[in-house]
C-alpha cells in the first residue's frame, strides 16, 4: 500500500478533527481503517462500471476477477 496515501488519509482526518475542536486530535486506528475501506469500495465499484472487473455474488461475499484474464 501506498505510504503517501496513509499519510494524505491521516492529514485529511486530523484536519477534519482539529476544525471540529475534537479530541484527541490524532486519527484513530478504526477511523483510518473506514476511510481506506470507503476508498477501496468507491475504487472498486468505479472498476466494475468501467469493464476493468468483473463481481460475482457469493453465498458470502463478493467476488472479483480481472475482466479479460490476469494479464488483460
Not at 496515501?5 to 486530523?14: H, Q, T
Not at 481506506?36 to 476477477?65: P, Q, Y
Amino acid at each position: 500500500m501506498d505510504k503517501e496515501y496513509i499519510k494524505g488519509v491521516i492529514s485529511l482526518i486530523e484536519k477534519g478533527k482539529k476544525a471540529e475542536g475534537a479530541t484527541p486530535d490524532y486519527a484513530l486506528m478504526e477511523t483510518v481503517k473506514a476511510y481506506v475501506i470507503d476508498d477501496l469500495l468507491k475504487a472498486l465499484r468505479e472498476m466494475c462500471k468501467d469493464g476493468t472487473l468483473e463481481w460475482h455474488k457469493t453465498l458470502n461475499s463478493v467476488g472479483f476477477n480481472v475482466k479479460g484474464g490476469i494479464n488483460g
